[in-house]
């Protein structure tokens, strides 16, 4: 139990990254980018056939499945900006696209990395510390540093100035900011999270699929809103910008936690994109029908 746990926190950080950038469309220029479904595999894809069959660095890798996940963003970013394509259309059909891309990169459904030097690997072939372990703290230490860059971009005159575009494109237009930049700009910072986070996936569990992103805007907004959901919990509750992209990573963790939970109590693991679907229908849910229920209260007690 204890050890499937551990997995849970581990897999739940390094799925995280790919929540921080889930968080950037989603949040932040309010558009479900369901390129997210492809770019996380194909960050795996190309980290494996890499590291596999052209014997590349572990560490290049990575910065090649990230670059790679830019890519794709930079598609449904042309898609949607230049040709004008509705956001969510545009994603659907990178997505797709990006299928039969992934099958072409890796000639086959899935590539093994059972006999290869991962970053993982490497670093407990060095300290002697277990695998298990040493994902939990590249992970954190990822995640970390994903924080504070985010933290630090978005505070910058870009930064803002995409901040602005999703909360009024037209007065951003208005001022005068290129809001098709800005767009383009998010896009390709997210799915360049989405694709840093399948290759380190991939590296960690020491194989690439071609379903390996089926369902990963799924598990994003709903990490997001877990962890939206246990800010409002805290006291005083979570407002400022640092604190909501810890929030994110940490949805993540306890998305994994729940999912690890109920597949030890028995579930089958065939339901768990029900499993999923009700998590985020919940966390969605929760919020609302508190908020209606603090407001008759107070009505009430208003009326007496």
């Not at 509705?86 to 459904?109: D, E, F, H, V, Y």
Request: glycine letters at 12%.
């Amino acid at each position: 139990m204890l050890l499937a746990l551990q997995g849970a926190v581990s897999q739940g950080i390094l799925w995280g990254i790919m929540v921080l950038g889930v968080f950037i469309t989603y949040k932040l220029l309010d558009i479900a980018d369901l390129t997210v479904d492809g770019s996380f595999a194909l960050g795996g894809c190309v980290s494996a056939v890499l590291v596999v069959e052209m014997g590349v660095d572990p560490w290049l890798a990575l910065i090649a499945g990230t670059l790679a996940g830019v890519v794709a963003g930079a598609v449904t970013g042309l898609l949607h900006t230049l040709f004008n394509i509705p956001a969510i259309l545009a994603g659907i059909l990178t997505q797709i696209s990006l299928w039969s891309i992934n099958l072409r990169i890796m000639g086959k459904s899935n590539v093994p990395l059972l006999k290869v030097t991962t970053i993982f690997s490497a670093i407990s072939d060095v300290t002697g510390i277990p695998q298990a372990t040493v994902s939990m703290i590249v992970g954190i230490l990822f995640a970390v540093l994903c924080v504070g860059a985010m933290y630090w971009f978005f505070g910058t005159e870009i930064g803002s100035a995409l901040r602005a575009t999703g909360n009024n494109e037209d007065m951003s237009r208005a001022l005068g900011i290129n809001t098709n930049t800005t767009k383009m700009i998010a896009l390709m910072l997210s799915n360049g999270l989405v694709g840093l986070s399948g290759a380190l996936i991939t590296q960690s569990q020491k194989y690439a699929d071609i379903g390996m992103g089926t369902g990963a805007i799924i598990i994003g907004l709903a990490a997001i809103v877990i962890g939206e959901v246990l800010g409002r919990l805290t006291p005083g509750k979570l407002r400022s910008f640092w604190s909501r992209l810890i929030a994110a990573v940490v949805g993540s963790v306890v998305y994994f936690l729940i999912r690890a939970i109920v597949l030890q109590l028995g579930m089958d693991a065939n339901d768990m994109k029900l499993l999923s679907a009700i998590i985020v229908a919940l966390a969605l849910a929760v919020p609302v029908m508190w908020e209606r229920y603090q407001l008759r209260r107070s009505y009430s007690k208003g009326g007496e």
